[in-house]
Structure formats: structure tokens, C-alpha cells
């Protein structure tokens, strides 16, 4: 068994460092996780700088399934959970209130790009951790202040992933792990497992892993798509000019005069200024993952020479059912003298019919002429990712040193996402979000699970690409000028290649897939209602949860994967379609860097003083290949460009006592822009939205400046208190400049939008509908980012660890890690300060004010047991003023996670892990500054269901 001797913090560091504890004659010896805290608390009294350390139990034993899951116990390090696919995972870190775009992340120091799930095409600078199996790696660090030697480009900080090697253990390596998982949402078992062999001979050594992985996760609540609005806010023209500091709020009219309509006891006003949400609607969503990975090494070691090759290979597959069901509330008004069919074209206006008002405004109960929109929606995921590295080490003398290493990566990404919009006209409705906020009431006398009550069927296909290659070379000399013991001086140099290609693809098979010919010889197109026979009056995978109201729609008429993905050849039907070129682009960036760095050790007064100083020159240039529009027509188009940054860095660390350390450090670091910003011509992001963005090629990096101080106490072996203050001042900040500007400027053709978008009803547009809706003046809203924003982030950060072994037996195996960051954010531009009507200003943050996270672990013989609690509190995202006054905070979370094991020996290990054991429900809401009212309105309010894996574990 791996096992490793507590180090006393008064003594020498080092990996071997031991020391007797308060018995004489006798060292504490730790293994497991009480071993990997251990060594990650070593590596980090070691350093200079900022830096935190997660290290492996053994060879092919991370300690959480997740590699970001293990992160979140940093102090610092916020966790997002995967959403794009609705699994439970950890996907992307943020670090000190920097979103993960702020983030580098490289494989055994050599950088890396890779997206997944519903991040695929977003274009961002994030790094996905969810692709790869935790099995794969052997120890992450987290630099959270700059050094010269490290890749720029992570403000928030980096990350560095490494994986494992032969010598990394002394002896032969056989480990594996088998377990099944059971989600109790979706009430479905699936599998997991690892292998891990490693040997070396003499000075040559072998590794070989695999892992593979199977889970499923079924999620529902409810969804307003997008905020609440009033029937008098609503009902301005739809193309009248927008007040500044706003986005205009979504638009509807209430038929109020109709002689249906009953308001009971509440006046006219009341009911005209109450709030409904966009759209009162079911969610809910089951998604199959699959993920293999591999990992390998071949490595050579001698005194003087080191040399390996290492390698990764990744597969992540997600295939997600998606259903939502409910009445969209937005773009709904009745024009006088209107004929047509209640709930289609211009008499789409909702009457109430018997309706309440809450205490929060919502304007709730029976409403008549409402109408459904019915989504089946197939999403598939998938990402491959391939790295190797060779790297070689050679030992001149003891004090000179020359390591070089080269890499490439590559990772190819896509995921497609296919639907069948349903509709039901002119039916009565009832809502009712004060039974159940996340299981609200959506019932109605007609009957949704009939196919047959189903109307006007349309199709919405496409599938998007990102595909990222990295290619890096790097050496450096490390000369060891002086070395007493005592008294030390070292310099670093070196220098870095990094050459990193992005491309992006959008295609749209709609209309392909309109043609397909169906079972009855007809055409999807042809078929008209027709399409409706080959609907299932269920949901694909089963009836839902209702949360305990009756009301909730628990089963509704849907389409199969199978007549969609089958019979409609969806997927097919998207590659043959041609690439949509407002979406298309390649960009390139190659940076080539040097740097110059000194570390020192020195005494004073017994103390001892070590230190480092360095300059990092980063020259990039950008290559961008994109399409641009002149008069209507996209052609090709070629930019280029680039910058020069200069990046000091500095960094102390004082011995006030042999157990108390102050640090102190001082740097430059830069991030740049999202390559979304850069290299994009003009993409559409909502359908159903007369919105674009468009690229800005001249857009420069941010530039931060980051002041570290840190005081920590290693007051007992294998123990910490620390407590720490942070700032970063960050310029150059993107800021989205919104501006409405005539749709012919734009030159995009009317079918990338739904006629919603304008006003009308759902389906695709023609260029006369959209004059016809908007009085031949329809405007869009295009979004550009510019350098103009500025950013001031502080924060406070503690950390307390460990081993309770001064307690009486059986308690001396107790032990505790904890985290609490505490940050403020200072942000400059119009998107972070949320502007209320009456003038006043609400500054916004946009990362969790505190979080903490709290790991209570107990190790003692073959019995372990460990339960961590993660919280993070609400956040508020730029945003602007709807004219409702409500800003969107995504609501405060805590998980609570466990694992329990039970060591019979060496070759079997049982263990039980458990993720999400509360349920967390994970939601939006919206709240007005000036009301004294709580979380009032909410959006995407979810339940992720707990999963529980039982298996075993062990080695030979």
C-alpha cells in the first residue's frame, strides 16, 4: 500500500521530510486520502507563490470521480456542474470571481483546449474537465499568482493537469476499480470502471490505463424562458425605440375587453401591471453519457537523464432527450376586428378568465385563448480528444539543469440539436405557481396527451462543429548559482512556442429534413397534421415526478428519437446541408514566449527568506479566416493582427517561526478575448429573437495586475490555517455595445429567424412577413464587444486542515479540510450596473459573494468515510433593465456529496459514493431592489435526481 510519514512543519521541506511525533520514537504514518491532503499540503508550504495542490491517493486513485469535483475543495476554486447535457458532473472551474474563461489549463505544463456537451460552439477559452475520467491524472496544481515561467493567458489562474508515469511509484502497479451507478431520478443503473497497470525495470518504465464510464441522469422543473412582463409593459409597438440602459421587454397584450373576460375582485390595473412569466412551461430532459479514456507512458530515468512520452485519448458521448411543454406567453395580442382562429395569427391574445395576484404581483389562475407550444428535442454530444507529449530532462551538473518538451493536441467536438415544434390553439389553461414553484400547475380541459389535438408542425435542425489543435514547444535552463544550504541563488530561462487553431461550423438541415419522404409516402412538408400520427401520447422515457401537485403535467404527447433521428435522418440531413458562413470561421493564434526568472534563499535572523522574480515577453499574432457580408452576399475574408505584453512577477515567502509563513507576491498576466468575440462574423444565438453578434478581429487581451498576501500557520503534522487577502485590477475589459440598426444592413436572410422574433407567429420567416409585422421597419439588435470595460476584484480567502489525532481512540481517525472565499467585484459598464427606472443604479457581481466548502473525513483501519458540502451564494450577470425592474440572480446552491469504503485488503476495497444526496434544486429567480418581497418569479428550476455508485476497488 502507498503510504506516506507526516511531515513536521518546523523541519526542512521535502517529500521525504519525517519527523517523530509526540511520542517519541514514533512517526505517523497515513494513507489514502488522509495521505493525498497530506502531500498536496506539502507541495504547497513548498512553494514561493500562490499555489494549491490536489494529489492522488496512488496510481490510478484520484479522490473524487471528477478531476474539477476534487478543485471545489480549494480555497478560491468555484465549480460549475455540468448543464449543457443535465448530468451531475463537474464541468468548468472558476477562480477568485473569474468566469472559466479566465482560466489556462495545460497537460504536464503544456497547454490544452477542449469543450463539450452544450458548451460545443460557444468558442470560449473554458476548458471542459468532464471529457476526461479522473483515473487518468496523478496530481493537479492551481496557481492562483502569476510566475514568469508559467503559460499567460489565465488572469483567474492556471491549472496544471499531470498525469501519471512509471516512477511515480516505487513498486509494480496493478489497480482497478468496478462499480454501477444508479440515478433515482431516472431510476436506471449503469457502469464504471479503470484499470491501471505500471511497472518499470531498471531505468525503463511502462504505464498503461483505461476507464470507462456509463451514466444517466433524468431532470424536470419548470421554465419562464426568459423573465416576467406586464401586459401594459408589453404592449408598446414592437419596433418603438428602446429606452437606454434597457433591452426592451418581451411583448404581449392581455384582451382585456373581451366579454370573456372575468377579473373578479381585482380591478382592471392590477391586472393590466401584473407580471406573467415569457412562457409557464415544462422541462425536463434524460441524458446517456459514455466516456473511455486511455492514458500512457513510456519513461526513461538514469542520474543525470530523464525522458518519457505520455499520451491521452478521451471520448465523451451524450445523447440527450429533451421535451418542454407549456404556453408561451410572449408575442401574444389580439389586433381589433380579428377573425381568425383563437391562439393563431394576430387573436393570440390571452383572456383571463379567473385570476389571482399574489403577494409578489404574479398574475396566476384560469386563462382562455392560451395556446401550446410542444417541443421533441434530440441533442447529441460528442468529443474526442487526443495529447501526447515528449518531453527529456538532462542534469548537466547538480546546479545546471536543461528540460525541453513538445506537444500536440487535439480535440474535435460537435453536437447537433433537433426538434419538433407541436402546437394546440385557443385552449383554456390554468397556472399556478403558488402550489409548487418548481412543480407548478399547467392544466387544462383539453387533453395533452391526445396527438390528434396537435396543429402545425415544424422542424428545427442543426449541428455545430469546434474543432481545436495545439501545438507547443518549450525548454528551459535552470542554473543553481550558489548553493550553502543556507543561502541559495538560481536563475531560469527559457522560452515557449504555442500555436492554437479554432474552427467553428454551423449547418442546418431544417429544410433537407422537410423533404424526407415518411412511412406514408408523403413528405414531412407534404403531411401538414398529418405528421401527427406518428406522435406517442407519452413521454419517451416515462411519466415524470409531479412534486406532489396533481396539476404538474406529468405525461404529454411527444415524438421518438427514433421517428426524428430515424425516420427524418436528422443528423444526416444537417451534414448535407451547406455550412451557414455567418457562422464559419478559423482562427489561429501563435504566441511565442521568453522569460527570465531568479529564485533565492537566504537567512535573516534565523529566519529564512526565499523569494522569486521574472519577466515573461509574449508576442501574439492572430489569423483570422471568416466570412464577411457586402451587400447581401458572404464572401471569405482574411485578418490578421496581434500584440506585444511584457509580464513581471514577484514573489515572497518568509519563515516568521518555523511553523508560521508569510507569503507575499505581485504580478502581471493577461487574458484574451473569447475567440467567439474575435473571429465570428455575425452569428444568430436565439431563433426566436431579433438579435445578432458580430466579431471584433481588433479586439485586445485584458490586462490584470494581482497582489497576493498570505499568512499560514502548518501548526501540527499534516495541519493548516491560513487566511489571505487578494486584488486584481483588470483593463482592457470586453463590454458588449448594443445598437439597433435596419435588418437590410445586416444581410442575413429572414429564415435564420422565427417569425416570433418579429412578432408573429412561430415558424420561418419570409422578407414580406417581416415587413408586414413590423410596418416595413424591422430592426435588429446587434451586439459587438469592445475593449472598454474595467474590473477591481478583492477577496479574502481561509483554509483550515486537520487530523484530529489527538483525540482517544476510535475518534483519532477524524479529521477536516475546509475553504471560504469572500469576494467583492467592482465592475465598470452598462451590463453590471442594472439601471431601475426611477434612476437608480444596483451594482451587479457576477460571482458568488462567498462560498465555502467543508470535507469531515474519518480514517481509521479498513474503515473510511468521507461527506463534503459545497455552497456557493446567488450571482447576478450583466444584464440590463427589461423595464420590470427585476434582475436575474442565479439562486445560492449547496451539495453534499459522499463516499464510504471498507478495506477487506490489499485486492478488494468496497465503496459506496454518493452525489447530490439533498436533491439540490438549481433555478433563476428574479427580484425587484426596491420591494421588500424574496425570490418572487423563477426560471430553469431543476431537479438533478442523487446518484449512488457501489462497487469495488484494489490493487496487486
Same mark, same amino acid.
Given at each position: 500500500?502507498?503510504?506516506?510519514?507526516?511531515?513536521?512543519?518546523?523541519?526542512?521541506?521535502?517529500?521525504?521530510?519525517?519527523?517523530?511525533?509526540?511520542?517519541?520514537?514514533?512517526?505517523?504514518?497515513?494513507?489514502?486520502?488522509?495521505?493525498?491532503?497530506?502531500?498536496?499540503?506539502?507541495?504547497?508550504?513548498?512553494?514561493?507563490?500562490?499555489?494549491?495542490?490536489?494529489?492522488?491517493?496512488?496510481?490510478?486513485?484520484?479522490?473524487?470521480?471528477?478531476?474539477?469535483?476534487?478543485?471545489?475543495?480549494?480555497?478560491?476554486?468555484?465549480?460549475?456542474?455540468?448543464?449543457?447535457?443535465?448530468?451531475?458532473?463537474?464541468?468548468?472551474?472558476?477562480?477568485?470571481?473569474?468566469?472559466?474563461?479566465?482560466?489556462?489549463?495545460?497537460?504536464?505544463?503544456?497547454?490544452?483546449?477542449?469543450?463539450?456537451?452544450?458548451?460545443?460552439?460557444?468558442?470560449?477559452?473554458?476548458?471542459?474537465?468532464?471529457?476526461?475520467?479522473?483515473?487518468?491524472?496523478?496530481?493537479?496544481?492551481?496557481?492562483?499568482?502569476?510566475?514568469?515561467?508559467?503559460?499567460?493567458?489565465?488572469?483567474?489562474?492556471?491549472?496544471?493537469?499531470?498525469?501519471?508515469?512509471?516512477?511515480?511509484?516505487?513498486?509494480?502497479?496493478?489497480?482497478?476499480?468496478?462499480?454501477?451507478?444508479?440515478?433515482?431520478?431516472?431510476?436506471?443503473?449503469?457502469?464504471?470502471?479503470?484499470?491501471?497497470?505500471?511497472?518499470?525495470?531498471?531505468?525503463?518504465?511502462?504505464?498503461?490505463?483505461?476507464?470507462?464510464?456509463?451514466?444517466?441522469?433524468?431532470?424536470?422543473?419548470?421554465?419562464?424562458?426568459?423573465?416576467?412582463?406586464?401586459?401594459?409593459?408589453?404592449?408598446?409597438?414592437?419596433?418603438?425605440?428602446?429606452?437606454?440602459?434597457?433591452?426592451?421587454?418581451?411583448?404581449?397584450?392581455?384582451?382585456?375587453?373581451?366579454?370573456?373576460?372575468?377579473?373578479?375582485?381585482?380591478?382592471?390595473?392590477?391586472?393590466?401591471?401584473?407580471?406573467?412569466?415569457?412562457?409557464?412551461?415544462?422541462?425536463?430532459?434524460?441524458?446517456?453519457?459514455?466516456?473511455?479514456?486511455?492514458?500512457?507512458?513510456?519513461?526513461?530515468?538514469?542520474?543525470?537523464?530523464?525522458?518519457?512520452?505520455?499520451?491521452?485519448?478521451?471520448?465523451?458521448?451524450?445523447?440527450?432527450?429533451?421535451?418542454?411543454?407549456?404556453?408561451?406567453?410572449?408575442?401574444?395580442?389580439?389586433?381589433?376586428?380579428?377573425?381568425?382562429?383563437?391562439?393563431?395569427?394576430?387573436?393570440?391574445?390571452?383572456?383571463?378568465?379567473?385570476?389571482?395576484?399574489?403577494?409578489?404581483?404574479?398574475?396566476?389562475?384560469?386563462?382562455?385563448?392560451?395556446?401550446?407550444?410542444?417541443?421533441?428535442?434530440?441533442?447529441?454530444?460528442?468529443?474526442?480528444?487526443?495529447? *501526447? %507529449?515528449?518531453?527529456?530532462?538532462?542534469? !548537466?551538473?547538480?546546479?545546471? @539543469? &536543461?528540460?525541453?518538451? =513538445?506537444?500536440?493536441?487535439?480535440?474535435?467536438?460537435?453536437?447537433?440539436?433537433?426538434?419538433?415544434?407541436?402546437?394546440?390553439?385557443?385552449?383554456?389553461?390554468?397556472?399556478?405557481?403558488?402550489?409548487?414553484?418548481?412543480?407548478?400547475?399547467?392544466?387544462?380541459?383539453?387533453?395533452?396527451?391526445?396527438?390528434?389535438?396537435?396543429?402545425?408542425?415544424?422542424?428545427?435542425?442543426?449541428?455545430?462543429?469546434?474543432?481545436?489543435?495545439?501545438?507547443?514547444?518549450?525548454?528551459?535552463?535552470?542554473?543553481?548559482?550558489?548553493?550553502?544550504?543556507?543561502?541559495?541563488?538560481?536563475?531560469?530561462?527559457?522560452?515557449?512556442?504555442?500555436?492554437?487553431?479554432?474552427?467553428?461550423?454551423?449547418?442546418?438541415?431544417?429544410?433537407?429534413?422537410?423533404?424526407?419522404?415518411?412511412?406514408?409516402?408523403?413528405?414531412?412538408?407534404?403531411?401538414?397534421? *398529418? %405528421?401527427?400520427?406518428?406522435?406517442?401520447? !407519452?413521454?419517451?422515457?416515462? @411519466? &415524470?415526478?409531479?412534486? =406532489?401537485?396533481?396539476?404538474?403535467?406529468?405525461?404529454?404527447?411527444?415524438?421518438?428519437?427514433?421517428?426524428?433521428?430515424?425516420?427524418?435522418?436528422?443528423?444526416?440531413?444537417?451534414?448535407?446541408?451547406?455550412?451557414?458562413?455567418?457562422?464559419?470561421?478559423?482562427?489561429?493564434?501563435?504566441?511565442?514566449?521568453?522569460?527570465?526568472?531568479?529564485?533565492?534563499?537566504?537567512?535573516?535572523?534565523?529566519?529564512?527568506?526565499?523569494?522569486?522574480?521574472?519577466?515573461?515577453?509574449?508576442?501574439?499574432?492572430?489569423?483570422?479566416?471568416?466570412?464577411?457580408?457586402?451587400?447581401?452576399?458572404?464572401?471569405?475574408?482574411?485578418?490578421?493582427?496581434?500584440?506585444?505584453?511584457?509580464?513581471?512577477?514577484?514573489?515572497?515567502?518568509?519563515?516568521?517561526?518555523?511553523?508560521?509563513?508569510?507569503?507575499?507576491?505581485?504580478?502581471?498576466?493577461?487574458?484574451?478575448?473569447?475567440?467567439?468575440?474575435?473571429?465570428?462574423?455575425?452569428?444568430?444565438?436565439?431563433?426566436?429573437?431579433?438579435?445578432?453578434?458580430?466579431?471584433?478581429?481588433?479586439?485586445?487581451?485584458?490586462?490584470?495586475?494581482?497582489?497576493?498576501?498570505?499568512?499560514?500557520?502548518?501548526?501540527?503534522?499534516?495541519?493548516?490555517?491560513?487566511?489571505?487577502?487578494?486584488?486584481?485590477?483588470?483593463?482592457?475589459?470586453?463590454?458588449?455595445?448594443?445598437?439597433?440598426?435596419?435588418?437590410?444592413?445586416?444581410?442575413?436572410?429572414?429564415?435564420?429567424?422565427?417569425?416570433?422574433?418579429?412578432?408573429?407567429?412561430?415558424?420561418?420567416?419570409?422578407?414580406?412577413?417581416?415587413?408586414?409585422?413590423?410596418?416595413?421597419?424591422?430592426?435588429?439588435?446587434?451586439?459587438?464587444?469592445?475593449?472598454?470595460?474595467?474590473?477591481?476584484?478583492?477577496?479574502?480567502?481561509?483554509?483550515?486542515?486537520?487530523?484530529?489525532?489527538?483525540?482517544?481512540?476510535?475518534?483519532?481517525?477524524?479529521?477536516?479540510?475546509?475553504?471560504?472565499?469572500?469576494?467583492?467585484?467592482?465592475?465598470?459598464?452598462?451590463?453590471?450596473?442594472?439601471?431601475?427606472?426611477?434612476?437608480?443604479?444596483?451594482?451587479?457581481?457576477?460571482?458568488?459573494?462567498?462560498?465555502?466548502?467543508?470535507?469531515?473525513?474519518?480514517?481509521?483501519?479498513?474503515?473510511?468515510?468521507?461527506?463534503?458540502?459545497?455552497?456557493?451564494?446567488?450571482?447576478?450577470?450583466?444584464?440590463?433593465?427589461?423595464?420590470?425592474?427585476?434582475?436575474?440572480?442565479?439562486?445560492?446552491?449547496?451539495?453534499?456529496?459522499?463516499?464510504?469504503?471498507?478495506?477487506?485488503?490489499?485486492?478488494?476495497?468496497?465503496?459506496?459514493?454518493?452525489?447530490?444526496?439533498?436533491?439540490?434544486?438549481?433555478?433563476?429567480?428574479?427580484?425587484?431592489?426596491?420591494?421588500?418581497?424574496?425570490?418572487?418569479?423563477?426560471?430553469?428550476?431543476?431537479?438533478?435526481?442523487?446518484?449512488?455508485?457501489?462497487?469495488?476497488?484494489?490493487?496487486?
Amino acid at each position: 500500500m502507498a503510504q506516506t510519514t507526516l511531515a513536521d512543519p518546523a523541519a526542512p521541506t521535502g517529500a521525504d521530510a519525517q519527523v517523530p511525533t509526540d511520542a517519541p520514537g514514533e512517526d505517523i504514518v497515513v494513507t489514502g486520502f488522509r495521505r493525498s491532503l497530506a502531500e498536496g499540503l506539502e507541495l504547497k508550504r513548498e512553494a514561493v507563490g500562490i499555489r494549491d495542490s490536489i494529489v492522488a491517493e496512488d496510481i490510478g486513485k484520484f479522490p473524487e470521480a471528477n478531476v474539477a469535483d476534487s478543485m471545489q475543495r480549494i480555497p478560491g476554486v468555484i465549480l460549475s456542474r455540468d448543464g449543457g447535457a443535465g448530468t451531475n458532473e463537474g464541468q468548468r472551474v472558476a477562480i477568485r470571481g473569474l468566469s472559466s474563461d479566465f482560466v489556462v489549463t495545460t497537460l504536464n505544463g503544456a497547454p490544452v483546449r477542449t469543450t463539450s456537451a452544450g458548451s460545443v460552439g460557444s468558442s470560449s477559452r473554458a476548458f471542459n474537465y468532464d471529457v476526461f475520467p479522473s483515473e487518468l491524472f496523478g496530481r493537479v496544481d492551481v496557481y492562483k499568482s502569476p510566475l514568469a515561467n508559467l503559460e499567460e493567458g489565465g488572469i483567474g489562474g492556471n491549472v496544471d493537469l499531470q498525469t501519471p508515469r512509471p516512477f511515480d511509484s516505487k513498486e509494480r502497479v496493478f489497480r482497478y476499480t468496478a462499480q454501477y451507478s444508479y440515478n433515482d431520478q431516472s431510476e436506471k443503473w449503469r457502469p464504471r470502471g479503470s484499470l491501471i497497470v505500471s511497472d518499470h525495470w531498471g531505468n525503463f518504465g511502462v504505464l498503461f490505463g483505461a476507464a470507462y464510464a456509463k451514466t444517466v441522469n433524468e431532470r424536470s422543473g419548470f421554465q419562464s424562458t426568459g423573465g416576467y412582463n406586464s401586459s401594459t409593459l408589453g404592449r408598446r409597438p414592437y419596433y418603438g425605440s428602446v429606452p437606454s440602459n434597457t433591452s426592451g421587454p418581451f411583448q404581449f397584450e392581455l384582451n382585456l375587453d373581451s366579454p370573456l373576460a372575468k377579473l373578479g375582485n381585482l380591478t382592471r390595473d392590477q391586472v393590466a401591471n401584473a407580471l406573467l412569466p415569457r412562457f409557464y412551461r415544462v422541462y425536463t430532459s434524460n441524458t446517456e453519457r459514455e466516456r473511455m479514456g486511455f492514458v500512457g507512458s513510456v519513461q526513461y530515468k538514469s542520474d543525470r537523464f530523464e525522458a518519457s512520452l505520455d499520451g491521452i485519448y478521451s471520448k465523451l458521448t451524450d445523447q440527450m432527450d429533451e421535451f418542454t411543454f407549456g404556453v408561451p406567453v410572449r408575442s401574444t395580442r389580439t389586433a381589433p376586428g380579428t377573425t381568425a382562429t383563437p391562439g393563431t395569427g394576430t387573436n393570440s391574445g390571452i383572456i383571463p378568465l379567473d385570476v389571482k395576484i399574489d403577494q409578489y404581483n404574479n398574475l396566476y389562475g384560469t386563462f382562455g385563448n392560451t395556446s401550446i407550444i410542444s417541443e421533441s428535442f434530440f441533442r447529441d454530444f460528442e468529443t474526442k480528444f487526443s495529447y *501526447g %507529449v515528449a518531453r527529456a530532462k538532462y542534469d !548537466f551538473s547538480d546546479r545546471v @539543469t &536543461l528540460q525541453a518538451q =513538445g506537444s500536440i493536441s487535439k480535440s474535435r467536438a460537435w453536437q447537433s440539436g433537433n426538434r419538433i415544434v407541436s402546437n394546440i390553439y385557443g385552449i383554456t389553461t390554468t397556472y399556478d405557481p403558488t402550489v409548487n414553484v418548481s412543480y407548478p400547475t399547467i392544466s387544462s380541459p383539453t387533453s395533452f396527451t391526445d396527438p390528434a389535438n396537435f396543429r402545425d408542425p415544424s422542424l428545427g435542425f442543426s449541428i455545430q462543429r469546434e474543432d481545436d489543435t495545439v501545438k507547443s514547444l518549450r525548454s528551459a535552463l535552470d542554473w543553481t548559482v550558489v548553493d550553502t544550504g543556507d543561502t541559495s541563488m538560481a536563475f531560469k530561462v527559457g522560452g515557449s512556442y504555442v500555436s492554437s487553431l479554432k474552427s467553428r461550423t454551423k449547418q442546418d438541415g431544417s429544410s433537407i429534413a422537410r423533404a424526407a419522404v415518411l412511412p406514408n409516402g408523403n413528405t414531412f412538408a407534404a403531411s401538414g397534421n *398529418g %405528421v401527427f400520427q406518428y406522435m406517442d401520447p !407519452f413521454l419517451q422515457y416515462g @411519466t &415524470l415526478n409531479n412534486g =406532489g401537485n396533481s396539476g404538474y403535467p406529468s405525461n404529454f404527447a411527444t415524438f421518438s428519437r427514433d421517428f426524428v433521428m430515424g425516420t427524418l435522418n436528422a443528423n444526416g440531413a444537417n451534414r448535407q446541408a451547406a455550412r451557414q458562413l455567418n457562422a464559419t470561421y478559423e482562427a489561429e493564434e501563435r504566441v511565442t514566449s521568453g522569460f527570465l526568472e531568479t529564485s533565492f534563499k537566504l537567512t535573516i535572523g534565523g529566519h529564512e527568506l526565499r523569494g522569486d522574480a521574472g519577466i515573461r515577453y509574449s508576442d501574439t499574432k492572430t489569423i483570422i479566416d471568416n466570412y464577411t457580408n457586402l451587400g447581401g452576399v458572404f464572401t471569405p475574408n482574411r485578418r490578421t493582427g496581434g500584440y506585444q505584453n511584457w509580464l513581471p512577477s514577484a514573489s515572497l515567502a518568509f519563515d516568521i517561526t518555523p511553523k508560521l509563513l508569510l507569503r507575499g507576491s505581485i504580478g502581471s498576466t493577461v487574458t484574451r478575448g473569447a475567440l467567439n468575440d474575435i473571429a465570428g462574423s455575425i452569428v444568430v444565438p436565439n431563433v426566436f429573437s431579433n438579435a445578432v453578434t458580430v466579431g471584433n478581429p481588433d479586439l485586445r487581451p485584458q490586462v490584470a495586475t494581482t497582489y497576493d498576501a498570505v499568512l499560514e500557520w502548518y501548526f501540527a503534522p499534516a495541519a493548516l490555517l491560513s487566511v489571505g487577502l487578494f486584488e486584481k485590477d483588470i483593463t482592457d475589459q470586453p463590454v458588449a455595445i448594443i445598437e439597433d440598426v435596419p435588418f437590410a444592413a445586416t444581410g442575413l436572410d429572414p429564415s435564420y429567424f422565427s417569425c416570433a422574433a418579429f412578432g408573429g407567429p412561430t415558424g420561418t420567416c419570409t422578407l414580406a412577413q417581416v415587413n408586414a409585422l413590423t410596418n416595413n421597419n424591422p430592426l435588429i439588435r446587434r451586439t459587438i464587444v469592445q475593449n472598454a470595460g474595467q474590473l477591481k476584484l478583492r477577496g479574502l480567502e481561509a483554509a483550515y486542515q486537520q487530523n484530529f489525532t489527538f483525540l482517544p481512540k476510535p475518534f483519532d481517525g477524524l479529521g477536516l479540510t475546509s475553504s471560504f472565499t469572500l469576494i467583492d467585484q467592482q465592475q465598470k459598464g452598462i451590463d453590471y450596473n442594472f439601471v431601475l427606472t426611477n434612476g437608480s443604479v444596483v451594482a451587479l457581481q457576477s460571482v458568488p459573494k462567498y462560498t465555502y466548502s467543508i470535507t469531515g473525513f474519518y480514517e481509521k483501519g479498513p474503515f473510511s468515510l468521507r461527506g463534503s458540502y459545497n455552497y456557493r451564494s446567488k450571482t447576478g450577470g450583466p444584464q440590463r433593465n427589461t423595464l420590470n425592474d427585476e434582475i436575474s440572480y442565479f439562486a445560492a446552491q449547496g451539495y453534499l456529496d459522499a463516499t464510504v469504503a471498507f478495506k477487506i485488503n490489499d485486492y478488494i476495497e468496497l465503496r459506496v459514493d454518493a452525489l447530490n444526496i439533498t436533491n439540490e434544486n438549481t433555478y433563476t429567480f428574479y427580484q425587484n431592489p426596491s420591494k421588500s418581497v424574496g425570490e418572487t418569479h423563477r426560471d430553469n428550476s431543476y431537479f438533478n435526481g442523487r446518484t449512488f455508485s457501489f462497487g469495488i476497488r484494489g490493487k496487486f
